[in-house]
């Protein structure tokens, strides 16, 4: 479980003009039932996406007050390292993403030294083979880049 003065970060996902993806959308609505049971900051996380992010939950009825937006993360890395640097006293992060992208999450909090708990949005079937498959890609990807880190470091 998680506290209720967690603080949400939304990752983002494709948008489409100023409205969110699919993805994005279920991501969002995941975030909104989250906010009903938090009282921390909600970050919205994502170049092009942070902002169509923030418009879509003060719409549903999130207080714009609790809103962060961080405009500039291109990666799952970016979107924690930027959300990290923004917020660098947060004790626990509850990160909101896809199911098939838990485990990329994961591995990167976990390199940054970040705490996090994820929470994932589901993946409706018929985004769910692409996304998963995409993801099996991904994820080494992701991997060998956080070994190629630890090697510089």
């Known amino acids: 479980m998680f506290r209720k003065e967690s603080t949400i970060l939304v990752l983002g996902s494709k948008v489409r003009g100023a409205q969110p993806g699919h993805v994005l959308r279920w991501r ?22 942070a902002y169509v ?6 719409r549903h009825g999130v207080d714009y007050r609790r809103l962060i937006v ?4 291109t990666s799952t890395n970016e979107n924690i390292e930027n959300a990290h640097a923004l917020l660098p006293y947060t004790q626990e992060w509850l990160v909101v993403t896809s199911d ?36 099996c890609f991904a994820l080494p990807h992701s991997l060998l880049r956080i070994a190629w880190r630890r090697l510089l470091a």
Do not use: C, Q
Not at 29 to 49: N, Q, Y
Not at 113 to 126: C, E, H, L, M, Q
């Open 28 to 49: 969002l609505e995941h975030a909104l039932e989250l906010s009903r049971h938090t009282t921390g900051p909600i970050v919205v996380s994502g170049k092009g996406e």
């Open 53 to 58: 992010m923030d418009d879509w939950l003060i």
């Open 70 to 73: 961080e405009p500039e993360a």
């Open 100 to 135: 098939f992208h838990k485990l990329r999450t994961l591995a990167w909090a976990r390199h940054l030294g970040v705490p996090i708990r994820v929470s994932s949005a589901v993946t409706k079937p018929p985004f769910r083979v692409n996304n998963f498959v995409r993801e």
